[in-house]
């Protein structure tokens, strides 16, 4: 019943799947091309500490820039925003491309390459994030995410992998042309579908006062309704550890296996994701959206504690399985509150509140692993450690068991909160109320239009 549904989703919703299958095509290329920069920065500086800057400057001035671009992408056309993102990114591509085919690629170009694809990286997942609920009914909005999220679990598993054996082939500038290619293939179904507008909400003046009123428009719509705010303290919670264990896979498998045996593990977890993403795809995320989200949270929170445990690669492979099995679904189902949720004029303000709130708190997850780990853990959980006695004895001793240790708390912390919320929102009686929303964003999109005004 499920795959039918799912079938009839993509037969029936033309201007979703063209759009889908042509931003799928677009983000694989873009992977491709930025592990292929990773590997060349490497190999022509051999710093691991350049190669972070790369990786700084990809992620932190999107993050930092989300807000703006949210209060944008709700005055301006969100079809034609998601082009011209697509447009300056694939500018980025070609750019880089003639400079490398010129002899003239310098390191710096990397960076400013980088800061200028995470803008673009900005207006692009906002725009698609409020344009879903525009080309999609809200009783197919969970598979939808699925979808989306199956897209992200293949890219993330297969790039690795192409870009290693492309490289190899048709070296860097190779790779470019394929991404730009996609880049081309996206914009082209884009060009052919339908993305309807919501009704604007905004008063048509410009300025920077205006767009900080509009952000904190977008805000206030989180602060009044308090399951709202609850979900974004849990979701900033969730990615603050999620930052912290893609930091602490690594070390915590070679602290006493090999890179063998670590590329194995990761398949492993790809296969995870990919396989929740499908999940979501055919299921859905059911009726009630807070009770899966907290259930598959919570299962979250076991699989990092299984991973934690033991130094014992079945037992890791199998939390990280779980692990990575749960994501797609938790962020498909977050995804999908959000977008019934919350009224089609204001989702540019407040999804892009959500991903900006989301991306700091995954940067200092990635930050603070290292300094509680060998700070303080590692020297804790050592031999003649202070916690040897203790905690020692049941997750053992040893190089890599501080890690062990911080990662069975995040799961531990993780399992707590998800617990204590599912059974809070059950006596509630939440779901409901998400159920009938629908109806309530139908009825407020006057009453938020006379609210703005104001």
């Known amino acids: ?32 091309t930025g592990f292929g920069l990773g590997i060349w920065v490497y190999h022509n500086t051999h710093a691991v500490t350049q190669l972070s800057l790369v990786i700084f400057f990809t992620t932190l001035p999107g993050v930092l820039i989300t807000p703006f671009a949210g209060a944008l992408v709700d005055r301006w056309n969100r079809k034609w925003t998601i082009i011209f993102s697509e447009i300056a990114a694939a500018s980025i591509t070609l750019t880089l491309a003639i400079l490398l085919l010129t002899g003239n690629l310098q390191l710096w170009h990397t960076y400013v390459s980088a800061f200028f694809t995470s803008v673009c990286g900005s207006f692009q997942m906002t725009a698609k994030g409020a344009a879903l609920p525009l ?24 790039a690795p992998i192409l870009a290693a054996i492309l490289i190899a082939n048709i070296q860097l500038q190779g790779l470019l042309l394929i991404d730009l290619s996609t880049y081309l293939i996206g914009l082209l179904t884009l060009i052919f579908i339908n993305i309807p507008q919501p009704e604007s909400s905004i008063v048509p003046t410009m300025g920077m006062s205006t767009i900080i009123n509009d952000i904190v428009y977008g805000w206030e719509n989180i602060y009044s309704r308090f399951f709202l705010l609850i979900l974004l303290s849990f979701m900033t919670i969730y990615f603050f550890v999620n930052g912290m264990t893609s ?4 070390p915590l498998i070679l602290s006493f296996s090999s890179a063998t045996t670590f590329g194995s593990v990761m398949s492993i977890a790809g296969g995870g994701m990919v396989a929740g993403s499908i999940l979501m795809s055919i299921w859905g995320g059911g009726k009630k959206s807070l009770s899966p989200l907290f259930l598959f949270s919570a299962l979250n929170g076991i699989g990092l504690i299984i991973t934690g445990i033991k130094p014992f690669i079945p037992t890791i492979a199998l939390g990280i399985f779980i692990s990575f099995f749960t994501l797609p679904i938790i962020l498909g189902i977050n995804s999908t509150i959000l977008q019934t949720s919350i009224p089609p004029n204001i989702q540019g303000r407040v999804l892009s509140l959500f991903y900006t709130l989301a991306g700091l708190a995954g940067a200092f997850g990635n930050l603070s692993a290292s300094p509680l780990t060998d700070g303080f853990l590692e020297p804790m959980l050592s031999t003649d450690g202070v916690l040897a006695s203790t905690v020692g004895r049941l997750i053992e001793t040893g190089s890599g068991r501080g890690i062990g240790f911080l990662m069975v708390l995040e799961g531990l912390l993780v399992l707590i909160i998800s617990v204590i919320l599912y059974n809070y929102f059950a006596l509630k009686q939440m779901d409901e109320e998400l159920l009938n929303t629908n109806e309530l964003i139908v009825k407020n999109k006057i009453i938020n239009t006379l609210d703005q005004e104001h």
């Not at 033309?14 to 759009?19: C, E, I, P, S, W």
């Not at 080309?135 to 297969?158: D, E, H, K, Y």
């Not at 930091?247 to 690594?250: A, D, F, G, P």
């Open 135 to 158: 080309m999609v009914p809200s009783n197919q909005m969970g598979r939808a995410n699925g979808l989306i999220q199956f897209s992200t679990a293949l890219g993330q598993l297969v």
């Open 247 to 250: 930091v602490l896979i690594n």
């Open 1 to 32: 019943m499920y795959v039918t549904k799912l079938i009839e989703l993509i037969r029936e919703l033309r201007n979703f799947t063209l759009f889908w299958l042509g931003q799928s095509l677009s983000e694989i290329g873009n992977r491709l």
